[in-house]
């Protein structure tokens, strides 16, 4: 069973940092581009990072840039988000993705599977 389990969120004050981690079972992540997502309360989902399955790629969405931090670890079978200088308009739950193409995107339609989330909240 193809799976992805996310872990790592939970609340925070405003300029701490977190390290979001993706879990892949059931095939190898390293052939597939992942991509983070996040929903906010009362907001749609949108996308925040991404990686190609070469590395080669990566993509944030602009209120996210020079904060958080998108890797994978082929000998984890795991995919990161390291987040830093968090603040309150980064509460949201994360999601991360997995897109057999291979090609980073931003648009979640594009992606074959999906973990359950992980809760982050940034409050002082």
């Known amino acids: 069973q193809l799976q992805l389990v996310e872990s790592g969120g939970g609340s925070v004050q405003p300029g701490e940092s977190l390290r979001l981690s993706c879990d892949a079972s059931?095939?190898?992540?390293?052939?597939?581009?992942i991509g983070w997502f996040r929903q906010a309360p009362g907001k749609e989902r949108e996308g925040i990072s991404c990686i190609s399955s070469d590395d080669a790629t990566t993509n944030y969405v602009d209120s996210v840039k020079g904060r958080f931090a998108i890797s994978k670890n082929a000998a984890k079978n795991a995919a990161y988000l390291q987040m830093s200088s968090l603040n309150p308009d980064d509460t949201a739950v994360y999601f991360c993705?997995?897109?057999?193409?291979?090609?980073?995107?931003?648009?979640?339609?594009?992606?074959?599977?999906w973990g359950r989330g992980t809760r982050v909240t940034v409050s002082s």
């Open positions: 059931g095939f190898s992540l390293q052939y597939w581009a």
């Open positions: 993705a997995a897109d057999a193409s291979g090609v980073c995107t931003l648009r979640g339609s594009e992606y074959d599977l």
